[in-house]
């Protein structure tokens, strides 16, 4: 018989599979435009190679925070709660 | 036998992972078009790496805002309903 | 045996997380757009950088009105209601 | 059990939450838009500043109000009816 | 016990939510368009600002219109039917 | 207990959402469109302000036409049926 | 009870609505395409101003009619059939 | 009590409805493309403004095939089956 | 009662619908991306009018295929099975 | 009463509507974008135009054949199996 | 009464249309993409015509190989299984 | 009677028409990225047709990868397991 | 009779389908685009082919990893699990 | 009979496949557009090919660890949950 903890343990699972699969699309992409700007503007000046990478980085770093969010809250759904 | 209050955390955890999965969408994509153009902008003027930088980290601030408000829905449904 | 009271409960509870999570996407996209083309245009005129980031902050400030309004209803349906 | 009152607000908390969600995608998009290529016209022609902004201000205002409306339904499926 | 009469105006919020929410999305971007433009056109011909922002919200009203008729309808699903 | 009559009324007024909801996506962008390129036009050719405002006007008045059938529609499902 | 022919008169208002509502964002997206291609023509053509209208005007039409196909499926579902 | 008939008469409403709701999408938007451009060829080269008109009716009337198609088999599902 | 006969007659009615609405899609934006690059042509070249029409006809054609394949699978749904 | 070989006969008419609605978009859209570019390049070259409609004949026809696999399965769901 | 086995078929038929309908979508657009841009480099290099179709042909043929593993297995499922 | 093994077989069933049916559409669309940009850089320099030919095959033969691993699931979901 | 053995082996095999279905669209396209522009960049580079091949590689081989990942999932959902 | 212990386990199973499905696409497209904007900066600039290479390496780790996280979520769903 199915009991209510069951089905709460059920959602928290879905729902952590859900946050995460749609929480890796925007900063997946969004990581992958910053990532592509700074190819090609090495490309044309080299020699800001390490600034650009610089801010290639600080850049993704922010984008990545919402991926980050949401493993977080997957996570909270599959240990904690 | 599924009681009410089963049905209102199941419904809560569900929730919270429908609003940081679709809530990682748009600043992570957002973020990572102003990330993309600091890029180019610093590749194309690179003299101006620090106020780029700082304008892009300003912009992403405000972009990360929904993103941080979808956190705390999502928190708040965990943990404090 | 479920109650009225938690149908409604649960129903709140998953429309805070679609309004939050759906919410989050129009204003986290459209204030990436706002900061891209003003790194962009610093990049070319650096001597405006103020007055670009103030209007920048404007532009998005409006645009994150309807996440705040999001925000607003899904913390209505939390606590209030 | 469930009696149909209970129905009729879990729907309204349910329809809350679309409203608001979805109706903040547009506005959202639409006002990101016209920050940007404002933000792109102060770059270009900085003199205009002022002019520029109370453009987008009125462009985005005009632009805000379905994300308002949103607002009020939600806001009226919550505490009116 | 659910009544018919539950299930109309059940019915009734959830399809306000959904025609305001639906309803936002392409008057929100539309206005957005007409006013990025309008920025543009300004920043180019800051001499024609009264003729560009008058005829901006002239095209903005009438791409408001399919907006106010979705409020129309669901304020009619709220209170009148 | 649930009618026909009650099932029909519901699924009209689920239909007027929609109907509404759905129909002024196209509209709404469609006009917005008529009105970015009538701005462009403008600020690049102000002497025919008047006949561009003139065709803008006309443009938008068959794309809105779509967008009334859908009004007309849903206010038959609301009230005439 | 629900009566066979109840199902069949709410079938067809759910697919009256989902007929016009769909049916609309074509051609609303479409004449609001040759509109905006006419006032740029215009724009930059102004002497051919009454011929490009009613070209204007011709391609709208045959655009309009799966719109109003859609209408006259709509109306059928509601009044006739 | 709710006969085979009876569904059966439902589906093919509900399916009259997709197919001519769906079915005008694809023919509303091709027409509007052969329509932009058709303006803008004549605004170009407005001596050549019947042969143009003609092309664009020939073009839309080809792309309005599979909108009629739609016609005709929701005008099918609603009266001849 | 239902019948298994009505449940195929019922899905076969749906099918085609779907088949006939989705099916219309494709060619019907196919043929109208294939006349605008028509028009455009022609207001470029008229001299090879007739030889771009037939081309446009022939292109259109084959991509009417699918369209038609949609047709006959729907009528099949409709009359045959 | 329904019987397994009723479903069977419903899911297979079911299917062929999907196989055939779905499997008509990617041709439809892919020959039409053929179709373009070949008019685009007579237009240019009219003296190659015997060889361009060979070739966009044969890029059509490859392209077509996905949509002809649809069309096999669907009627192998509605006659054979 | 409906078996097992029954419901294997009835799976194995749907899964048949989907595997075939979703499968033609990218090949469809993919090959057409390789056609169109064939058409574009014979149109302004007809001299190595013959090397454009090889090309344009295997490029299509290896596009086409996810459309027929498609075939296979909606084949596979219609009658080996 | 349905047994929990037909259960199994029938989801085995539908799970492998999506894995293929979805699978399908990346490469199908990736690979004929490929392909048509080999055709157009075969026109502009067709001195190294060997060399780009090449490079278009292994390109695709990595894009044609997951296809090939959705093939494999779909297949051992049909036979092995 | 159903066991619950029986719904989770349904169910992974369900998860597999999806896994592997969704999971080859990502690098599908992306790994398309890599080779698409190494095949454009070594028509006007072809001096750099073998650099140019390597590079295609290594960025494809990276972008493969999700592809694995959900190759990898799917084969645990099939067989380990 | 179906235990909790087998919903929770099921559901576990459907939300690992839906998380490494939906989470491979952002990381998959978004390192194809950093390895297509290297290849092509590299095929412009070879001499920077190692430069690049490592900027291209750099920029696709970022975008794969939402990739990574998504399988780790995945994985705990399958294993240790």
Not at 4 to 12: E, K, N, R, T, Y
Not at 23 to 35: F, K, R, S
Not at 42 to 60: C, D, F, H, W, Y
């Amino acid at each position: 018989m199915i009991e209510g903890a069951d089905l709460i343990q059920a959602s928290a699972f879905l729902g952590a599979g859900l946050a995460m699969g749609l929480g890796a699309i925007g900063p997946g992409l969004g990581e992958g435009m910053v990532g592509a700007k700074a190819c090609e503007a090495i490309g044309k000046n080299p020699g800001e190679a390490g600034l650009l990478t610089r801010t290639m980085l600080v850049g993704q770093a922010v984008s990545e925070s919402t991926g980050i969010y949401s493993l977080v809250i997957a996570l909270l759904l599959l240990f904690v709660v």
